[in-house]
């Protein structure tokens, strides 16, 4: 079997959005932005980045508290989404992880 395994956590930059399917599936995308500092070679160096995250199914259900601003670590599979545009984009594709899809982290 081929590894395809993302944890990452952040903050949510862009305001969830809920949908259902035609065929009766929920989902809830929003894009998390991780900012941290890790060691490469001896140096340290800032990692940046936004990604977009999608929740599909039953598990959907738990994140109604994920909104704006807040702080979330979430692990899943990446996949490549195609856009009206052609253009590709990678997807964290987050999957439950101890019975919650997610983890949230409150601040100090």
């Not at 956590?9 to 065929?23: A, D, H, L, Q």
């Not at 340290?44 to 929740?55: I, M």
């Not at 909104?67 to 999957?95: E, M, P, W």
């Amino acid at each position: 079997m081929l590894a395809n395994r993302l944890m990452l956590s952040g903050i949510v930059c862009k305001t969830p959005i809920r949908k259902v399917s035609p065929s009766g599936i929920s989902h809830c995308q929003f894009v998390l932005e991780h900012r941290s500092v890790q060691h490469e070679a001896g140096f340290s160096r800032q990692a940046w980045c936004r990604l977009p995250v999608v929740f599909s199914g039953q598990q959907t259900i738990n994140i109604n508290s994920i909104i704006l601003g807040t702080h979330i670590a979430v692990q899943g599979f990446i996949s490549c989404h195609q856009g009206r545009n052609g253009l590709s984009k990678i997807v964290l594709h987050a999957k439950v992880l101890h019975a919650e899809p997610i983890d949230l982290i409150y601040g100090d």
